[in-house]
């Protein structure tokens, strides 16, 4: 069992930066691989970005691509999401998931354990 939960969330100005981290506790957390999501209102839950258990390799989805940057420190059971040049099309409930999954996955079915969300807004 992991218990996650997503910190650093608020509202801020377009071209602004943010970092999230997702706190886990439980065993065996660095044996997941780890991933972040959003959700803004009246659309469908979006893959933003995830990581290997080692931190080893990572994956982004196209819209966050060169501005969001996932990383994991084991040693503190935290992941985190590093925002930059924010837009307002970033604004949602960005929530982190973990995956027992080796190879890594945008695909939310495949995510075993997941945090409440932090909002992120961001304004024009």
């Known amino acids: 069992q992991v218990q996650l939960v997503e910190s650093g969330g608020g509202l801020v100005q377009a071209g602004d930066s943010l970092r999230l981290s997702c706190a886990a506790s439980?065993?065996?957390?660095?044996?997941?691989?780890m991933g972040w999501f959003r959700q803004a209102p009246g659309k469908e839950s979006e893959f933003v970005s995830a990581?290997?258990?080692?931190?080893?390799?990572?994956y982004y989805a196209d819209s966050v691509k060169g501005r969001f940057t996932i990383s994991r420190d084991n040693a503190k059971n935290t992941v985190y999401l590093q925002m930059n040049s924010l837009k307002p099309g970033d604004t949602a409930v960005y929530r982190c998931?973990?995956?027992?999954?080796?190879?890594?996955?945008?695909?939310?079915?495949?995510?075993?354990?997941w945090g409440q969300g932090t909002q992120v807004t961001v304004s024009s």
């Open positions: 998931a973990a995956s027992p999954e080796v190879m890594l996955t945008t695909t939310p079915g495949r995510y075993d354990y």
């Open positions: 990581i290997s258990w080692s931190g080893g390799s990572t």
């Open positions: 439980g065993r065996s957390f660095s044996t997941y691989a």
